[in-house]
């Protein structure tokens, strides 16, 4: 598995953005038909949130669409060591940025939390090439072989 990722890695470094994200659509759909036991645990916890808010149809959209997210995400993270500065500038949007340098100003530092919406990893890079220094608090990964990769990017800039 560990040589399929770095097969995956060293193609996603030669090919443009909207293709890796494309791919990372697609991959994300083939694995909600393969991967049973994480697509059950996916629209169980849905349905503990949605409660009868949501048509199991509609579960299975939003489950689809969390598989397909989470896929493009990966293969943006493998992407982002070629990424430049300007590019990931362009790429994401830091909405008030003026409460957190206000809190900095105060000299007692801050701390930021946000949940995983769009690619969190792109959060931290973007923070630091606005001149930001700081640290990410995360649990390791199940798969230690890919710590490496995921430390190596967060602290890369």
């Not at 193609?11 to 059950?40: E, F, K, M, S």
């Not at 293969?75 to 982002?80: A, H, P, Y």
């Not at 070629?82 to 790429?91: A, G, M, P, Q, V």
């Not at 701390?111 to 640290?135: C, D, P, Q, R, Y």
């Amino acid at each position: 598995m560990y040589l399929g990722f770095q097969g995956v890695r060293a193609l996603v470094q030669v090919l443009p953005l909207w293709t890796i994200r494309a791919l990372g659509r697609g991959l994300g759909l083939v694995a909600y038909g393969l991967l049973w036991d994480q697509r059950r645990l996916t629209l169980e916890h849905l349905a503990v949130a949605f409660g009868k808010t949501l048509s199991p149809a509609k579960r299975r959209r939003i489950a689809q669409g969390v598989f397909q997210h989470l896929a493009q995400n990966a293969l943006e993270w493998m992407w982002l060591p070629r990424c430049s500065t300007d590019e990931l500038l362009r790429l994401t949007t830091c909405e008030g940025l003026e409460h957190l340098r206000a809190a900095l100003a105060q000299g007692n530092g801050a701390i930021l939390v946000t949940a995983h919406f769009g690619n969190w990893e792109m959060i931290t890079l973007s923070l630091t090439a606005l001149g930001f220094k700081g640290a990410v608090l995360a649990r390791r990964l199940r798969y230690p072989e890919y710590e490496a990769f995921l430390i190596a990017l967060r602290g890369a800039r």
